[in-house]
């Protein structure tokens, strides 16, 4: 089965400070993307990076990049410089393989400290 | 260019009745997903529509079911609400079938409250 799993429901970073979030699938495909969105608090979700999984060079969006470990099936955030903006619901999601749809993880709550 | 609209915003409803949620597309965007978050639970999808035709959905009774128009907007109908159904429902669309590599543009949602 595809599955997504987000084992930190929350995550507090003081501002300016970096943090990683964590994400594990699985997946039966051998060529595939993995995404990141972000929520916040007024509930529209954007794209923050993707990542392709044949490639080996970890995809980076200014201060967001990404740790992707293949073989563990391990794809973290890193949000450097940590900025109050940031602060939002994180998901991590993944093509369910042929059925044309995203599966997403339940998700870490990002809190920011200034 | 417009994004993805939903509506309406919110809604309150009771147990046992009919609701009806719409989701227009952004422009040249075939495809539109609808997805329940609930609270705790993530993101659950529901259905994908494709060209007008329902091309998957997801494990949810019968009861949640929708339709796309010719100018590809999206219905989603939730029939005899349960309060479980409560969350917010949001929309999604891309301008790839088969999302693979796309990047799906969700709207605000529709969150519902069923008393």
């Known amino acids: 089965a595809q599955t997504v799993t987000q084992s930190q429901p929350e995550m507090s970073v003081q501002e300016a400070e970096t943090v990683t979030l964590s994400c594990t699938y699985d997946t039966s495909e051998s060529d595939y993307y993995l995404f990141w969105y972000k929520q916040p608090p007024s509930r529209q979700m954007i794209l923050v990076i993707r990542q392709e999984a044949y490639k080996q060079q970890n995809a980076t969006e200014n201060r967001f990049s990404v740790n992707f470990q293949k073989a563990a099936k391990s794809f973290s955030l890193k949000i450097s410089d940590s900025q109050l903006g940031d602060a939002a619901m994180y998901f991590c999601a993944h093509p369910g393989g042929s059925q044309g749809n995203l599966i997403f993880g339940k998700g870490t709550k990002l809190s920011v400290k200034p | 260019e417009a994004g993805v609209t939903q509506s309406p915003t919110h809604l309150i409803k009771t147990r046992g009745q009919q609701v009806t949620l719409r989701c227009s597309p952004i422009?040249?965007?075939?495809?539109v997903y609808w997805y329940q978050q609930a609270l705790g639970l993530g993101l659950q999808f529901l259905l994908w529509?494709?060209?007008?035709?329902?091309?998957n959905r997801g494990n949810f009774p019968p009861r949640f079911s929708g339709r796309q128009f010719p100018n590809y907007s999206s219905e989603l109908n939730v029939n005899a609400l349960e309060l479980e159904d409560s969350a917010l429902y949001l929309c999604?669309?891309?301008?790839?079938?088969?999302?693979?590599?796309?990047?799906?543009?969700f709207g605000e949602g529709s969150r519902l409250t069923v008393l």
């Open positions: 999604a669309s891309s301008r790839h079938t088969g999302l693979v590599t796309g990047e799906l543009f």
């Open positions: 422009s040249g965007h075939t495809s």
């Open positions: 529509y494709d060209e007008g035709e329902e091309r």
